[in-house]
């Protein structure tokens, strides 16, 4: 292992991030996505044109109502994972991850059905820290529904199939 490696501090696939404020939120590390996200609501250009908008939504624990506003915003064109490009307005905001302080870029999203508010990409981390998907800090829930549908595909897997895969359901 090279030296500039072994001074990097070790994250695992999920951790708690200080973020604006915020305390111990949890965030997901994902190397495959270039990008960071950030659950952000009430998005909106003002009429002087800043960016305003409020982190998390209302029904997170994280809320706080807290109306945000920034000059120094941009877009991105997103690719979701199930292929659909959507424009995003992205701003940077304080980060605290495994006490140390990071202005990150971060795409603003609706992460209200995601398991963690947060999603942190490969350019917030790089050469910052070195991932072990062995250490998990925070347990995400699963999705409830996928629970459900495992239980339906045991009962009668060809049943499934058929409902969900031959009658052009999206998986």
Known sequence: MSQVKKSLKVIGSTTLVDIDGVKKVPAKIDTGADSSSVWASKINIAADGALEFVLFGPSSPFYTGKVMRRTDYEVAVVRSATGEEQIRYRTHLPLKLRGRRINALFNLSNRSRNNAPILIGKRTIRGKFIVDVRVCAVKLS?????????????????????????KGVKS
């Open 142 to 166: 699963k999705n409830p529904r996928t629970s459900g549908l495992n239980r339906e595909l045991k009962q009668n897997p060809i049943k499934f199939h058929q409902k969900y895969h031959k």
